[in-house]
């Protein structure tokens, strides 16, 4: 069976009124721009039937490398062009601006200064809705749900959690890091970790040892550094010197007798 070839498309054949109409082109980015701006005709792009843009290089200095386009049409029959368009398009060495990124992804942490906000989309994947609901509860049990702190309206959902537990255990301070590498303490073991309460505490805790690189960070319990408690030295005594005797002279002390 022969395959059947998709069918080419169709160019349109250059419009030689539109092709030629080149100082109907200029006068019109003239209009649209100045004289001053409008620099030497750069070619020409057919569009479609009797559909032409004229390029013309733009000579403002803040505008290197972009062209004026202005796109010509005519109607059937017709012997004079129409105008269609006339704009300011960059070229291949233009400079123009970055592509634009929403603010929500162009803020990076540590960004934040004081008197910052930055909020939270109220269907972020991290959070999940808290119970909140505790007008009517007694004191004892306001007690437990501030302790375990069920009383805020959203709180980390799974999802939450694991991208912070993947981001912690990766990091700085994750098992990976070059410091973790070199020595065979681990924070587990640590007398100055302390370990998170909920559940991300079965891997993650946090330093409160003031010499180590890891103090009031969050660590995992399998990171080390050279600051554990259990890296010891120990130092030997110095020697006591003996008693120094001055055996080169005397002095003499004179007493005088007291009366009962």
Not at 28 to 41: L, T
Not at 62 to 81: D, F, I, P
Not at 162 to 181: H, L
Not at 218 to 234: E, K
Request: include cysteine; charged fraction near 25%.
């Amino acid at each position: 069976m022969t395959p059947v070839k998709s069918p080419e498309p169709v160019r349109a054949k250059p419009d030689a009124v539109c092709v030629a109409a080149v100082e109907p082109a200029r006068e019109a980015a003239i209009a649209e721009a100045g004289a001053a701006q409008v620099g030497e005709h750069l070619g020409h792009l057919v569009e479609g039937e009797r559909l032409v843009t004229h390029y013309f290089a733009s000579t403002h200095p803040g505008y290197r490398g972009w062209r004026w386009a202005v796109t010509l049409t005519r109607a059937s029959r017709a012997k004079t062009v129409t105008v269609n368009e006339v704009v300011m398009l960059p070229g291949d060495e233009a400079v123009v601006a970055p592509e634009w990124v929403p603010w929500s992804e162009r803020v990076q942490p540590g960004d934040l200064r004081p008197g910052d906000l930055f909020p939270t989309h109220a269907d972020d994947p991290r959070l999940e809705p808290g119970f909140t609901d505790t007008a009517d509860a007694p004191e004892d049990v306001l007690s437990v749900v501030e302790e375990l702190g069920l009383g805020r309206e959203r709180v980390l959902s799974p999802f939450g959690r694991e991208e912070a537990a993947e981001r912690w255990y990766g990091g700085e301070f994750g098992p990976a890091s070059a410091i973790a590498q070199a020595v065979p303490y681990k924070c587990y073991s640590c007398g100055y970790w302390i370990r998170l309460a909920d559940s991300l505490g079965q891997a993650f805790g946090v330093c409160a040892n003031e010499m180590a690189p890891g103090e009031a960070r969050v660590v995992a319990y399998d990171y080390g550094c050279g600051a554990h408690s259990d890296a010891t030295i120990d130092l030997a005594e110095p020697p006591t010197p003996d008693h120094a005797f001055d055996t080169t002279g005397y002095d003499t002390l004179n007493l005088t007798p007291t009366e009962d």
